[in-house]
């Protein structure tokens, strides 16, 4: 996960059919600056897993487009204003043909009442993901920006997205970095976050870690199996 690595990967041309492309700032050159994508990764937290080398040929690896259900194997604590939370290993079911995922997060220590124990929401891309792959086309990265919603929270997220992994690591991992969380559930998640999606994101997460939001990263590590 070496800058110089990132450097020699070329964008690719795919694109989710949810996204409405064009939109979130992601157009024109890389950014120089991002620094080693691997050393901030290591900001999320300090007990944060560390990734493991080990190819995934022997299973059916996580490679875009994503398509099934995959299972976290850590996240970190997710906070905004209101509240703070500990998820135990999440499951999320992504459907990018069709532009949507879900997920379901088990509720460490206090949680949401009204949850009963495990979050459950649901997500679109807005934008994206789009994805950039390295020359040997193993590794990819993808960002976007997307709206996701947990009703029982009665709130919808509207964040830039990023995504990093490789057909030779055990693990890929997702960091989000959210323009707001917008109170309610009345409108559709496309209207409710489309003001948002035109502030526009960074096309590379190391660039979003120096940026100010007004909500905190929130980052999970999968298992880079679809299960």
């Given at each position: 996960?070496?800058?110089?690595?990132?450097?020699?990967?070329?964008?690719?041309?795919?694109?989710?059919?949810?996204?409405?492309?064009?939109?979130?700032?992601?157009?024109?050159?890389?950014?120089?600056?991002?620094?080693?994508?691997?050393?901030?990764?290591?900001?999320?937290?300090?007990?944060?897993?560390?990734?493991?080398?080990?190819?995934?040929?022997?299973?059916?690896?996580?490679?875009?487009?994503?398509?099934?259900?995959?299972?976290?194997?850590?996240?970190?604590?997710?906070?905004?204003?209101?509240?703070?939370?500990?998820?135990?290993?999440v499951t999320c079911d992504w459907h990018e043909s069709t532009g949507n995922y879900s997920w379901v997060a088990p509720e460490l220590g206090p949680g949401r009442a009204q949850d009963h124990g495990a979050e459950r929401g649901t997500g679109i891309w807005l934008d994206g993901p789009h994805y950039i792959l390295s020359p040997d086309q193993r590794e990819w990265r993808s960002h976007a920006f997307i709206a996701a919603r947990v009703p029982s929270a009665n709130h919808t997220s509207c964040c830039c997205q990023y995504m990093h992994g490789s057909k030779d690591w055990a693990h890929f991992t997702i960091s989000e970095h959210c323009r707001a969380v917008v109170p309610g559930n009345v409108k559709s998640l496309e209207a409710t976050c489309d003001p948002y999606l035109k502030m526009g994101c960074p096309k590379e997460n190391a660039t979003a870690n120096e940026m100010p939001f007004p909500i905190p990263r929130y980052s999970e590590m999968y298992t880079a199996c679809y299960i």
């Open positions: 996960m070496e800058d110089d690595n990132a450097a020699t990967m070329r964008t690719a041309t795919m694109s989710g059919k949810g996204g409405k492309g064009g939109k979130g700032g992601k157009g024109g050159k890389r950014d120089e600056d991002d620094g080693d994508d691997e050393a901030s990764e290591q900001k999320i937290s300090a007990t944060e897993p560390a990734h493991h080398r080990l190819r995934q040929d022997y299973c059916t690896a996580v490679y875009p487009p994503f398509e099934g259900k995959t299972k976290s194997t850590w996240a970190s604590t997710y906070s905004n204003s209101k509240e703070k939370l500990n998820f135990g290993s």
